[in-house]
């Protein structure tokens, strides 16, 4: 049920002391890792269970800035330029290629969209192209695709989640960092108020900063610590065919699925539109602050009662720092793929690609996508936590803007200057708006 991910073995010792810690071996923690090292800062990149395990391997692998948030665009931006240095800059394959991502709208609600996004993509002079019915017949010959309009970014494009964070993690190490896996972080230790070092299971490492990329377990670490961190969990589905000729050569997204190319002549398929938040014991407790959010999303987003629940009932929401924690007992997030949505995304792609008859299913799986109230990630300062740096809440967004926000986080961690204007993504919106309310 795993997709592959490329293996990245973990160092056997552990660092007495570094300068910085980064928890989460995903896209954004391994970006942060990779960055700093690449710096010349002492680092220790720590995960749980695999480098690339969790959301970071289990994504779509789309590279886009179209269709982002306002707040986030920025970030696509310098994301998308990071992305055209990696390879070179790693020494390893992430899978990145601009081959172009096109949306297509139907119905009245989607060409509302599709204007809107054109109305971003010209404020941040991102070269986003309007598609007749003719320009999408030539852009995807042999389609049945129903529709009125397109939007086209040709610079946008598409890498392997298979690769992406291990490559990230190998360059790291050869720029001096400690990959260290299947050690999980049991806490935070302070001195006069402030990060001094972690606690893992393997013993403790001094540091002078903490990035925490963990996805999304990081509202529950967090807890521990006393930090409330909005966060929900939104069960998502995804398969993948063999190589197959003749389908898209452009990653696309439509009202009943998105399609991308893979690096193998394969193709990556899901559902869009119809993500399922699970529904936990904190469905309840945060309730109030995402009612906004499913409100405005209901045609996408529904409720699904699954393991979720339980395990959420039976999980400790405390734990000493020489205790077993929820980490070490789950290593990985591996959910049972919704065969029921994926389903209805293969018939329609064979709708409208008629050549998918052909096509063999590979595999299938399931992943867990950290949500936001606002669907904009967290990347800032814990002021509670005076040196712990929060990146996550990602809201399914984090593998394209990965190696930028990874960045970012590392930056604001080491005292550089940021790379764009963090203030978008600090956690203390959150209060802010409650109080507003």
């Known amino acids: 049920m795993r997709p592959f991910v490329e293996t990245v073995e973990g160092d056997e010792t552990l660092p007495r002391a570094v300068d910085l810690v980064v928890i989460g071996g995903g896209i954004i923690g391994t970006a942060a890792a990779f960055w700093a090292a690449e710096q010349g800062h002492r680092v220790a990149l720590i995960e749980k269970g695999r480098i690339g395990g969790e959301q970071s391997s289990r994504n779509w692998g789309?590279?886009?800035?179209?269709?982002?948030?306002?707040?986030?665009?920025p970030l696509g931006i310098e994301s998308l330029r990071i992305w055209d240095?990696?390879?070179?800059?790693?020494?390893?394959?992430?899978?990145?290629?601009?081959?172009?991502?096109?949306?297509?709208?139907?119905?009245?609600?989607?060409?509302?969209?599709?204007?809107?996004?054109?109305?971003?993509?010209?404020?941040?002079?991102?070269?986003?192209?309007?598609?007749?019915?003719?320009?999408?017949?030539?852009?995807?010959?042999g389609a049945s695709l129903p529709a009125r309009a397109g939007l086209l970014?040709?610079?946008?494009?598409?890498?392997?989640?298979?690769?992406?964070?291990?490559?990230?993690?190998?360059?790291?190490?050869?720029?001096?960092?400690?990959?260290?896996?299947?050690?999980?972080?049991?806490?935070?230790?302070?001195?006069?108020?402030?990060?001094?070092?972690?606690?893992?299971?393997?013993?403790?490492?001094?540091?002078?900063?903490?990035?925490?990329?963990?996805?999304?377990?990081?509202?529950?670490?967090?807890?521990n610590l006393g930090v409330d961190l909005p966060q929900l969990r939104v069960r998502g589905s995804v398969l993948r065919t063999k190589p197959l000729a003749g389908g898209p050569v452009h990653a696309l997204g439509n009202g009943e699925f998105g399609i991308r190319p893979r690096l193998d002549g394969g193709y990556t398929i899901s559902r869009r539109g119809r993500a399922k938040v699970q529904i936990t014991p904190d469905s309840f407790r945060l309730l109030p602050r995402f009612a906004k959010g499913l409100r405005e999303h209901r045609g996408e987003l529904a409720l699904t009662l699954d393991q979720g629940l339980w395990d959420g009932l039976v999980t400790p929401r405390r734990w000493a720092d020489d205790a077993i924690t929820p980490f070490e007992r789950c290593r990985v997030l591996d959910?049972?793929?919704?065969?029921?949505?994926?389903?209805?995304?293969?018939?329609?792609?064979?709708?409208?690609?008629?050549?998918?008859?052909?096509?063999?299913?590979?595999?299938?799986?399931?992943?867990?996508?950290?949500?936001?109230?606002?669907?904009?990630?967290?990347?800032?300062?814990?002021?509670?936590?005076?040196?712990?740096v929060l990146a996550t809440g990602f809201s399914g967004h984090g593998f394209g803007l990965g190696p930028a926000a990874g960045q970012l986080a590392a930056e604001l961690a080491t005292g550089a200057t940021p790379l764009v204007d963090p203030a978008p993504f600090r956690m203390d919106r959150f209060s802010t708006a409650r109080a507003a309310a």
């Open 62 to 73: 789309w590279v886009r800035r179209m269709g982002r948030d306002v707040a986030e665009y």
């Open 85 to 141: 240095t990696l390879a070179q800059r790693l020494g390893h394959d992430t899978g990145f290629r601009r081959t172009g991502i096109v949306y297509t709208a139907h119905t009245d609600a989607e060409m509302t969209w599709i204007e809107s996004v054109s109305r971003d993509a010209d404020r941040f002079g991102i070269g986003a192209r309007r598609l007749s019915p003719a320009d999408l017949a030539e852009r995807f010959p």
């Open 153 to 223: 970014t040709e610079d946008d494009g598409r890498a392997e989640p298979a690769l992406a964070a291990p490559a990230l993690a190998k360059g790291a190490r050869a720029k001096g960092a400690a990959i260290l896996t299947h050690c999980a972080v049991r806490g935070i230790e302070t001195a006069a108020g402030a990060v001094s070092g972690v606690i893992t299971e393997r013993g403790r490492i001094g540091c002078k900063a903490v990035v925490l990329a963990g996805g999304a377990w990081s509202r529950l670490f967090l807890g």
């Open 335 to 388: 959910p049972e793929p919704q065969e029921r949505l994926l389903a209805e995304a293969m018939r329609a792609v064979t709708r409208t690609f008629p050549v998918f008859r052909d096509a063999e299913i590979a595999q299938k799986w399931g992943g867990i996508i950290d949500v936001t109230p606002d669907a904009v990630p967290v990347i800032g300062p814990a002021d509670q936590l005076p040196g712990l």
